[in-house]
């Protein structure tokens, strides 16, 4: 389920590839530029005011000017958003890690009826565009009196979650061999405690994927908190970004400071664990 | 297994698997039926009213201004898609195409051309907004800088450039995805393969058309399925850089915005209407549902088993 | 001062209805939520008059607020007292039978209320009043009185003066309009702001009795007067969204905004410097009467199946009262329909004089009863005719088409 680490191809001529390598050079460059250029520009317009911004929109900003970001921090939500956003992601993938790991491992580890046609059952959760049922959703989340709580946005994420992560552990648990857990079962141990003590610290790699896949778009959602949450002190972050945007959208420094704090947490990680994310953020489009 | 009894065996799988099931059926199978049901009532408010038959199917694609609406944003979604496939996913593999080769600073591209597809949807819609402002973004005041006035336009103002001014946010944002997947596809391909088509021919044209693009058939299918999905799914990106008219005057409009709008109503609207807003989900549903196995299904034939 | 009256507004209204011994707990719900502080004043004042009532003010975000308080009163969990949004906002809510039917005699204050005000808060299905009506809106010109002294311009007094003032303030190096179209419900301000009195009571007054649609000449001249004044508006305009349009204006940039009196407190928020002026946007010839668009915003509802009944109609009596309007008006420089409020603001009271000529946002007060809306079609017409896309008749003619859909008078 790994990004596969082959060699690149060895190339035989120098002289015969060095114009193309020059190209792709080039290329690759320019595009790099064109990923990186909106980045850096929200990043040095967060430190500028709005004359700045409208003058000079590329230069190197004065980086001691913080006053955009202490006004996002002090006067808006942000904090309780950056919060909740925690505290919902976080449930979601506990939520999504532990059901998930416990259906993967049924179905990879024993042979009961049915098995085959539950793993089918959560495969076809995996592509279906829950957006569109989101009039049901929202009638029933009413019915469990769950609008307006991070309970309804917990609960949709997991069970958006399970399918991708379902499959994922599935294969990799069904890859560990037999013998360690042969031989637990030989000295006695109960299956839970097989699971628990013998099979689950195998699994961690999958579960690193798994979460990977799952967390990015979690983290990011903006759909669910639309149509569920409408108190203030409840909204996640993108969701929040849209309040504070409407309430501050004269004032581009401010904005550009909201986006920047926003979008740091995520880079951040990104930049330090990128072989992981891209990992697992590409794991259910690779076979 | 065996010395399990089959009482306590049944259990403990039962134990394992019945949670992750429950939350499935409750929050994705039963609303995803449930949608159909919907669309065959009329509904005042969130009350279910009569059983109407296929009224709401008939007005949604029959009857004006409905229909026109519904025309009007299909026809966009079709041209997101098309047109995301040549920017997304054919720039994609052009990208992956050049990583492969490995050259110096292979690593640090690749981690460059992810980098915004970690980004939320919302964040990468106002910071193109902000930078298609027509005073004071950032896009116009390139284009004066090295004097090419003429051509700073209110991109999200005027129809005619306000769609592919969003389809250019959103190839930005996630044309790192199929870069990866195509890469990861080649990195797979097997040296000996490789060996021998460098014995057959110097052109590169033919190594791509003959034997990469074959080989990666498999990545090619899901980035297109996932695309596929995704541009009929449009939602996040209109809705923060258009506004939920699908400004201006509908030509941003998708079926995501349209089905929302619909369904849940908003300021300049007079009503909400989840029995219109069903018929709208159930057709895309359906849609979206048909074209992606037949996709599925062609390309799959196409596909080399290595 | 501001809490004197609104002490002497909660004894009268704690006067008018006996009160019950029991303390009774009362929800409050919003879609004002910058205004929390000054309604927690309001109620802090309602509460010291009444001890055994106390009522707890929540607000939401103002574009979802129908779709939150349909699901809650539909859920039975919704609240004792509530704003509710008036015209086809009001009638989702009220239709199914969700909210107190209110008269002159449980709130006698209404007598006194303008007919138009309590027409926007009652269902026209069973004429009934649901709520108390708490501002009106008017859409008119603002200026920059600052801009407009420097170039020694003044108010105009025909259409021809207007065009003549944009002409020499962008002569002057600066915008004569702040207005932006990108953001659709621009386009529908804009239309009332600028050309009610090209329209005429008289076009009002034939469409509301059968005899116009929109395919009317008066209309279709309205349309055309707009599209020649947008040729001062900013370049790129049609790009421009709502928030950007403001910050012009606030900014100095731009010397006009045609908007509601809404934004008026959103300016001096935004610069607190600024020198403000309103006034009618003229008609071709000075004998035209200068109109500006008038609507109400929403008002104050009461839940039908409370079980503080009485507690809620005492509120809303405070809320019917001049004294709480005065201090609604004082705190929160909006314009109350009660009879009697005074405004110390000059330029509120300004407004306020120039509603007493005026014809009614009209889509919104006529043309949101069914899909597609009045206003959807207005704004994206206006949209395409100032984008060069449309002309005004063709505009008027889909306009009319649209709605002949579901308005019966436009069906033959």
């Known amino acids: 389920m790994t990004v596969a680490t082959a060699n690149p191809p060895q190339h035989n001529s120098l002289l015969g590839t060095l114009g193309r390598d020059g190209l792709i050079q080039i ?112 009638m029933l989340m009413r019915d469990l009196g769950l609008l307006n709580n991070q309970f309804s946005l917990i609960f949709v ?98 904005l550009y400071s909201g986006l920047t704090l926003s979008a740091l947490p995520i880079i951040i990680i990104y930049i330090l664990l990128s072989r992981q994310f891209i990992a697992g953020m590409t794991a259910g489009a690779i076979k | 297994m065996a010395k399990l009894r089959m009482t306590g065996r049944g259990l403990w799988i039962t134990t394992l698997v019945a949670p992750p099931l429950a939350f499935v059926a409750l ?263 048909a074209v992606a196995s037949v996709i599925t299904v062609r390309l799959r034939a196409r596909e080399i088993q290595v | 001062m501001t809490k004197t009256t609104i002490r002497i507004a909660a004894v009268l209204g704690a006067a008018t209805i006996a009160a019950p011994a029991l303390a009774q707990d009362l929800t409050f719900w919003s879609w004002r939520q910058e205004d929390r502080a000054q309604y927690e004043e309001f109620i802090a004042a309602f509460e010291e008059e009444n001890p055994d009532i106390t009522v707890t003010f929540e607000s939401f975000e103002a574009t979802n607020y129908n779709t939150i308080l349909s699901t809650a009163l539909a859920g039975g969990t919704g609240p004792d007292l509530m704003m509710v949004r008036a015209y086809g906002g009001l009638e989702n809510v009220a239709s199914a039978g969700y909210l107190m039917p209110l008269d002159e005699e449980k709130i006698p204050a209404l007598a006194e209320f303008p007919d138009s005000a309590l027409a926007a808060e009652t269902m026209r299905s069973d004429e009934t009043l649901y709520a108390v009506p708490f501002a009106s809106q008017t859409m008119l010109v603002i200026y920059n009185q600052q801009i407009f002294d420097d170039l020694g311009i003044e108010e105009p007094e025909t259409w021809e003066e207007l065009l003549e003032i944009s002409q020499t303030i962008e002569e002057a190096g600066m915008m004569p309009f702040a207005n932006g179209t990108a953001t659709a419900w621009q386009n529908e301000t804009i239309v009332s702001a600028l050309t009610s009195s090209i329209m005429g009571s008289g076009f009002y007054e034939d469409l509301d009795a059968g005899e116009a649609d929109f395919t009317d000449e008066r209309f279709i001249d309205a349309l055309t007067h707009l599209e020649e004044i947008s040729a001062y508006f900013p370049d790129g305009f049609i790009g421009l969204d709502y928030a950007s349009a403001q910050q012009l204006f606030s900014s100095g940039m731009a010397a006009m905004f045609a908007g509601g009196s809404f934004e008026i407190a959103t300016f001096r928020n935004l610069n607190p410097d600024l020198e403000l002026g309103v006034f009618a946007a003229p008609g071709t010839s000075t004998d035209d009467e200068k109109l500006v668009g008038l609507f109400y915003d929403g008002g104050y509802a009461a839940n039908a199946s409370t079980d503080h009944p009485e507690a809620a109609l005492k509120f809303l009596n405070y809320v019917a009262s001049q004294e709480f309007g005065q201090a609604f008006a004082d705190s929160l420089s909006n314009i109350s329909p009660i009879p009697g409020v005074e405004f110390s603001d000059p330029l509120l009271q300004e407004v306020s004089e120039l509603n007493q000529a005026s014809i009614p946002y009209m889509m919104l007060v006529d043309f949101r009863y069914g899909e597609p809306s009045g206003s959807v079609l207005l704004q994206q017409e206006v949209q395409k005719l100032l984008a060069g896309e449309t002309t005004p008749e063709a505009a008027g003619e889909t306009i009319t088409e649209g709605l002949s859909t579901w308005y019966e008078p436009f069906q033959d």
């Open chain 1, 27 to 138: 290329i690759l460059i320019a595009n790099t530029f064109i990923m990186l250029a909106p980045i850096v520009i929200m990043v040095f317009s967060a430190f500028k005011t709005n004359p700045e911004i409208f003058q000079s929109p590329f230069s190197i900003p004065d980086f001691t000017h913080v006053d955009n970001f202490v006004r996002i921090w002090t006067e808006t939500n942000f904090l309780r958003y950056l919060i909740n956003s925690f505290v919902v992601t976080g449930g979601a993938m506990a939520l999504v890690l532990t059901l998930g790991t416990m259906a993967a491992y049924a179905i990879a580890r024993y042979e009961f009826f049915g098995a085959s046609f539950i793993l089918l059952f959560f495969l076809a959760g995996l592509t279906l565009p829950l957006k569109l049922a989101i009039i049901p959703l929202f």
């Open chain 2, 27 to 289: 929050f994705i199978v039963y609303p995803i039926i449930a949608a159909f049901a919907y669309a065959f009532f009329d509904w005042q408010g969130l009350l279910r009213g009569e059983f109407v038959g296929f009224a709401n199917f008939h007005q949604v694609l029959f009857v004006e201004p409905y229909a026109s609406w519904t025309r009007n944003a299909f026809t966009h979604n079709i041209i997101v898609f098309f047109a995301l496939m040549v920017l997304q996913n054919g720039l994609g593999f052009l990208l992956a195409y050049g990583l492969w080769r490995g050259l110096p600073g292979a690593r640090f591209h690749r981690i460059a051309v992810f980098m915004p597809v970690v980004l939320s949807t919302i964040i990468v819609g106002y910071l193109w907004k902000l930078f298609y402002h027509p005073l004071f973004g950032p896009v116009n005041q390139v284009l004066r800088g090295i004097g090419l006035d003429q051509l700073a336009q209110p991109w999200l103002g005027q129809s005619s450039t306000a769609l592919w001014a969003l389809i250019i946010a959103n190839a930005w944002h996630l044309v790192g995805f199929p870069t990866l997947v195509f890469l990861a596809g080649m990195q797979r391909i097997p040296t000996e393969i490789l060996d021998a088509a460098r014995m057959e021919t110097e052109s590169e044209w033919v190594k791509i058309t003959q034997i990469v693009w074959p080989l990666v058939a498999p990545s090619a299918t899901i980035v297109f399925v996932l695309l596929f999905v995704g541009a009929f799914n449009w939602f996040e990106l209109p809705y923060i850089m258009a506004g939920l008219d699908g400004s201006p005057f509908g030509s941003t409009d998708v079926l995501g915005l349209y089905f929302y709008r619909t369904a849940f109503g908003n300021v300049s609207a007079g009503t909400q209407d989840f029995g219109l807003g069903s018929a709208l989900a159930v057709l895309i549903f359906i849609f979206i549902a």
């Open chain 1, 157 to 254: 994420y997991t069970a958006m979650g399970l399918p991708t992560t379902v499959f994922i552990m599935t294969g990799f648990i069904r890859s560990l061999p037999n013998e360690l857990e042969d031989a637990a079962r030989m000295d006695g141990a109960s299956e839970a405690r097989i699971m628990w003590a013998i099979m689950l610290p195998l699994v961690r790699p999958a579960m690193v994927i798994a979460g990977i896949q799952n967390v990015v778009p979690i983290w990011n959602d903006f759909f669910f908190p639309l149509v569920f949450i409408q108190n203030d002190n409840l909204k996640t972050l993108p969701q929040g970004l849209t309040t504070f945007m409407g309430e501050y959208s004269t004032d581009y420094g401010v």
